[in-house]
């Protein structure tokens, strides 16, 4: 399964979907630049997230809360005295190491070296507000995302009067100063996440904690994910966050083993109640039905989005033999490809085969992501259109000219069919929405 990995890794950055970070000097560890085919993909993940969660709900609200915030915000939520990994430095060759990542606390795993006695460290960057470095003006990069909806609470009620239950959702950036494995973008010092704040009664709580878990599990499924390759890991007790009463994670199965891409836990009253105590507002609900003030239980699925792109980058490569030739293919879901259709002109050396494609490219650019290209040999187009994942290609040759048709193919069973050109776009269309 290593070699698989390998090969995402160098499909990733031959391709356009992902770089090492500031590679030019060497690179940065752990940073990674999404190119244009990698940011598109992104872009549809997070797309694809937000419509499930927000647009086809009633019962969800969006926000983008900012990621510098008063440092009293952390401080309430425990992240200044709980977010921490124990670490340990090794003596010889001064690698630093997460304690629980050892098998051997005594010796270093590079060099063999001694190592120290695990400390805590804390996991959250710092920085300063202002033009002078001192203690009264120091902030943080917020760690998660999910603090800026819990201080809005107030904001969100008094603007929008939402009934319980509701959830509040976002996706934007973290920031989390941490050892990482080094499996391209599966845990990254800044990354994206996905997250949902979803406010019930507590006596509802356990109930609402399930359909969570099943409905973003079929989220998953539903775009393509393998079901042989998803599971769901319920947290023991001492796995537990200081704020959760459960958990469960959804993982995937990386080619370097099971791992999370999503938490969706019970954070129960814990993050009202902090920051009603530390801020001194009353953010208890107010049921008027029943004529009650409480605080509300909180569900949080809470995703990451890069290595959500991650695992489908991962479940929708294979190869195949074809003839000769092993054709390298992302078998993306249609609504994922970075590219819906790509328009091939088999004869660059013929003006009006060229004119034409162009125009049927620019056509459906106004409808769909589409890319023109004529810097290869057909097969080679084709080949390179299977590795980014582009659905269709779309080829114009001499009989184009005569009988204003194109020729269609699909990227996963290669079969070719005539579409006049008239129709193209519908046609596409049609396709891309089955």
């Not at 801020?279 to 039905?289: A, E, I, P, T, V």
Request: aromatic share 10%; charged share 30%.
């Amino acid at each position: 399964m290593a070699d698989v990995m390998d090969k995402i890794v160098s499909l990733c950055k031959r391709r356009g979907f992902i770089f090492q970070g500031s590679d030019i000097y060497g690179g940065l560890a752990n940073t990674w630049d999404y190119g244009p085919y990698g940011v598109e993909l992104k872009n549809n993940v997070k797309r694809a997230w937000w419509k499930a969660n927000v647009y086809e709900r009633d019962d969800i609200l969006g926000m983008d809360a900012s990621i510098l915030m008063h440092p009293k915000v952390w401080e309430a939520s425990g992240h200044v005295k709980n977010f921490f990994d124990l670490k340990r430095d090794c003596k010889s060759c001064k690698k630093r190491f997460k304690d629980a990542d050892l098998k051997d606390k005594n010796k270093c795993p590079e060099c063999a070296g001694e190592l120290t006695e695990s400390r805590p460290f804390n996991l959250m960057f710092e920085t300063h507000a202002g033009a002078v470095s001192d203690e009264a003006s120091l902030i943080y990069l917020r760690p998660e995302t999910a603090q800026g909806m819990f201080v809005n609470f107030l904001n969100i009620l008094d603007s929008r009067h939402p009934k319980l239950p509701f959830g509040l959702a976002q996706i934007g950036k973290a920031f989390r100063n941490e050892i990482t494995p080094g499996n391209l973008t599966f845990r990254t010092r800044e990354f994206e996440q996905m997250e949902i704040e979803y406010f019930v009664r507590p006596e509802d709580a356990d109930k609402k904690l399930q359909e969570w878990i099943e409905l973003h599990f079929e989220w998953y499924l539903n775009y393509g994910i393998k079901k042989e390759n998803l599971r769901k890991r319920p947290h023991g007790p001492e796995e537990l966050a200081h704020y959760a009463r459960a958990c469960t994670d959804i993982e995937y199965n990386f080619p370097f083993g099971w791992s999370e891409l999503e938490g969706i836990a019970n954070r129960t009253d814990f993050d009202l109640k902090q920051h009603a105590e530390s801020s001194g507002q009353d953010l208890r609900y107010f049921d008027d039905k029943a004529k009650e003030r409480f605080y509300p239980y909180i569900i949080e699925p809470s995703g990451g989005v890069d290595r959500t792109v991650l695992a489908f980058l991962v479940d929708a490569y294979h190869e195949e033999q074809v003839k000769d030739d092993t054709r390298v293919v992302l078998a993306l879901d249609k609504g994922l490809a970075p590219v819906k259709a790509a328009v091939l002109p088999l004869l660059k050396n013929r003006p009006e085969i060229v004119e034409l494609a162009r125009a049927i490219s620019k056509d459906l650019k106004q409808h769909m992501v589409a890319v023109y290209d004529d810097t290869a040999a057909i097969g080679k187009l084709y080949r390179r259109q299977d590795e980014v994942g582009t659905p269709f290609c779309v080829t114009i040759d001499v009989q184009s000219l005569e009988d204003n048709k194109a020729t269609v193919r699909d990227r996963d069973s290669m079969q070719q069919e005539r579409i006049s050109v008239d129709a193209l776009k519908e046609y596409l269309l049609e396709k891309l929405t089955i």
